[in-house]
């Protein structure tokens, strides 16, 4: 097992220079290890899916993308086995350096990519979100952390997990890196802060501790010349546990779908937590599974209906501040439920949603996400940009 200081993947060297010209050329880039890099086996975290794969043909769309607008591709990064996890520790590669909290996780399953840019080891990294891989570890890493639009970047060349709900993100250190990344990624201009009104989602800040609830609210009390109207209302009126229960369902039923033929064919090593969760797809009902998809449709109505272009939806991206790093499981557990509740309704809905490191407790990084309009994700940058000036 690698040193728990690292984010590479143990044995690989990944260096391919840019295009010599392109608006990117001055930064450095990395790619968790779902990305396909030409020449490179994609390796999702786990030996034995390494060991059953050949070296890509080709470039991932999003690297390809990247290099082609010249910036450095450097690396690639440590992912919890096969993207499922939250936490970033990895049974086999290690957990990577979290350089806000050392004692703590960095966050999962993009976790590698989260900590190299946090550590200040390359500008970007890419990264995947399906239930949360971006938004947690730009919470507990102090980072941007984007996930786009569901559908916005193709995910050719990319491992995946759950097809419904799995997207392409990336982390950076500052909102004006984040925004020439997103020109390159979406093919567009950066956009202007269109929002006129700003929704605070109550009954997410209610699920979070409320040191963190306070800290987001402290931080947006200074920013409110720039929020426009305020109102707060209840984003799930079900409930959330009802919303994040149906994620679940999905979430897993489609990454059983996707592993079970690896399984059956390598019986592969797995960590416990994977291996349950792997076995909890395998256990929900097509009636479990009809019932989710009636309340995923439920949630997008909600969302589209609460989120018209010019309105913006604050909320805590993650309950709490990173845990520990030796969190016994059922405390851990506790903590992946939470973590659930609070992002579910981005694989439900697939609306974008950009994770602003906005303040600290306890010395740890608070992440506030704000979400916005289906195609609206360079606004939300231009909002962060916005923000990120007037702090």
Request: charged share 20%; with cysteine; proline share 7%.
């Amino acid at each position: 097992m690698s040193s728990e200081n690292s984010y590479l993947v143990p044995g690989t060297s990944v260096q391919i220079p840019g295009a010599a010209e392109g608006p990117l050329r001055d930064l450095t880039f990395m790619a968790k290890d779902l990305f396909d890099v030409a020449g490179h086996v994609t390796g999702a975290g786990n030996p034995d899916w390494a060991r059953a794969h050949k070296p890509a043909g080709s470039h991932a769309w999003a690297v390809e993308r990247l290099l082609q607008a010249g910036a450095d591709l450097t690396g690639k990064t440590i992912t919890d086995e096969i993207s499922l996890g939250f936490f970033g520790q990895n049974a086999f590669y290690g957990t990577p350096l979290n350089p806000k909290m050392p004692d703590r996780v960095p966050g999962g399953s993009s976790s590698g990519s989260a900590s190299a840019v946090a550590q200040g080891r390359c500008d970007v990294a890419l990264g995947t979100d399906t239930g949360g891989s971006v938004r947690i570890p730009a919470s507990f890493c102090g980072l941007y952390g984007l996930r786009p639009t569901h559908g916005r970047v193709p995910v050719q060349g990319l491992v995946p997990q759950a097809p419904t709900s799995d997207t392409i993100g990336w982390f950076a250190r500052d909102a004006a890196t984040m925004e020439r990344v997103g020109a390159v990624m979406f093919a567009e201009s950066p956009a202007a802060a269109t929002h006129t009104e700003v929704i605070l989602a109550t009954d997410l800040f209610e699920a979070c501790d409320p040191a963190n609830a306070q800290a987001l609210r402290s931080a947006l009390d200074r920013l409110a010349t720039r929020t426009g109207n305020i109102r707060q209302e209840r984003l799930a009126p079900e409930g959330l546990a009802v919303w994040a229960q149906a994620q679940r369902n999905i979430q897993l039923a489609e990454a059983w779908e996707t592993f079970r033929g690896w399984v059956d064919a390598e019986n592969p090593r797995l960590a416990f937590m994977v291996a349950r969760a792997l076995q909890f797809g395998a256990s929900v009902t097509e009636a479990d599974l009809e019932a989710a998809r009636r309340v995923r449709e439920q949630v997008r109505a909600r969302m589209a209906a609460l989120l018209p272009r010019n309105v913006l939806l604050c909320l805590p991206t993650a309950p709490c501040v990173a845990p520990f790093k030796d969190e016994p499981v059922a405390e851990v557990d506790t903590v992946r439920d939470r973590i659930n509740t609070m992002c579910c309704f981005g694989g439900l809905a697939g609306h974008p949603q950009l994770s602003i490191p906005l303040a600290e407790v306890d010395g740890g990084p608070v992440g506030l996400s704000i979400v916005g309009a289906r195609g609206t994700d360079m606004s939300l940058v231009a909002t962060a940009k916005a923000w990120e000036d007037h702090q």
